[in-house]
């Protein structure tokens, strides 16, 4: 049966293949895959978003995002998905912003992906509600769940099958993908490549909010040079050479990573990983054969210099094992059936999962 899914984005980052953020490339891939899968995909999503499906643009924010500028924005996306309920005969609605309790709409069937700690969720989403369904992005995030909470079984981040065959000779430098802001910890991985004196390039993209332009401009700036660049935002093609080249990928993530996709995407393109043991960082690695797990600056350094003897095929095998090319596009169309009534919800012990959530079935 083919179904009608509404994805809504965070309404304040782009989506598409190119895009930084996790949350936007996980919803850019089920665009692509219920295209490509005979389903119909609507995406509401900020201007200048590149989608499969039928693109609802938002206007974006254009100025610094302050609680007056979310209002607006959270106002005018309420219309939005209200229009097209009305309008259209949707199925099922897929949420995907940590702010989506502004504007859950009330009717439809939906399903909200919480990519982000949990603990950044307001609490009074893990009540029971009709209607709305929400889980996790890995095991080490559902463990943290409130007891007693309504969640369904994790369903992993994949990455695209083109990172798995992407090969490029091994250069000497050091890589991070992500989104500058505090809580990433860039200005550690800056300070690990200043100390072992390997180049370091820098992928990603600042958000005009205060706090993370302060960020780049007090933390970040200042330890660049000639050999440690960013780079801004990166589309896939050039971020996948990149990351094949690279001698290791760094994620000196400061809070509890719910996920990695940057981590999976390294060990896909046969790169090694560099974490900090924060979230479910430390079950996306394989210790002294994948990456390794550091606690501190100096130990980062150490891991850097340590990272050019790994094996570029053990992490290719482990990355096509642990996180299998399509496997999350196939779970998360399965998922849809069942929200929409074609299928019954999955049990625990057939979808793979354990945790503190409530038994649905």
């Not at 099922?92 to 502004?102: E, P, Q, Y």
């Not at 860039?186 to 332009?213: D, N, R």
């Not at 589309?235 to 719910?258: H, I, M, N, Y």
């Not at 479910?280 to 100096?298: F, H, K, M, Q, S």
């Amino acid at each position: 049966m083919a179904l009608t899914v509404l994805s809504i984005a965070y309404p304040f980052a782009p989506v598409g293949p190119d895009a930084v953020g996790g949350a936007e490339q996980v919803l850019s891939a089920l665009d692509h895959a219920l295209v490509s899968n005979g389903h119909r995909s609507l995406v509401i999503a900020s201007e200048g978003s590149s989608t499969a499906g039928r693109l609802i643009a938002l206007p974006p924010a254009r100025q610094a995002i302050t609680e007056q500028v979310r209002e607006q924005v959270w106002q005018e996306l309420r219309r939005l998905i209200a229009a097209v309920l009305a309008s259209e005969k949707v199925d099922v609605v897929h949420l995907h912003g940590i702010d989506f309790h502004a504007y859950l709409p009330d009717s439809a069937s939906a399903i909200a992906t919480l990519h982000l700690p949990l603990a950044w969720y307001p609490d009074w989403i893990f009540h029971p509600r009709p209607n709305l369904w929400l889980h996790c992005v890995s095991e080490a995030q559902h463990r943290t769940a409130p007891a007693g909470a309504s969640l369904l079984p994790p369903i992993a981040n994949g990455v695209p099958q083109r990172l798995f065959t992407t090969r490029q000779r091994k250069r000497g430098y050091a890589m991070v993908l992500s989104r500058i802001c505090p809580e990433k910890g860039i200005h550690m991985a800056l300070q690990a490549c200043h100390k072992v004196g390997l180049p370091l390039l820098i992928g990603g993209q600042v958000f005009p909010y205060e706090a993370h332009e302060r960020y780049f401009t007090e933390e970040v700036e200042p330890l660049l040079d000639g050999r440690r660049r960013f780079l801004g935002p990166l589309g896939f093609d050039r971020k996948r050479r990149l990351l094949a080249a690279a001698q290791c990928v760094l994620v000196p993530s400061l809070v509890a990573e719910t996920s990695s996709l940057t981590a999976i995407e390294a060990l896909a393109c046969g790169t090694p990983v560099v974490v900090f043991p924060n979230g479910a960082l430390p079950d996306v690695i394989e210790e002294g054969r994948t990456g390794y797990v550091v606690r501190n600056v100096e130990q980062m350094a150490e891991a850097i210099a340590a990272a050019a003897s790994l094996n570029p095929s053990d992490c290719r095998a482990a990355a096509a094992r642990r996180f299998p090319p399509g496997r999350m596009e196939q779970l998360y169309l399965e998922l849809y059936q069942c929200i929409a009534g074609v299928k019954d919800l999955p049990r625990r012990a057939e979808w793979g999962a354990t945790g503190r959530g409530r038994e649905l079935v």
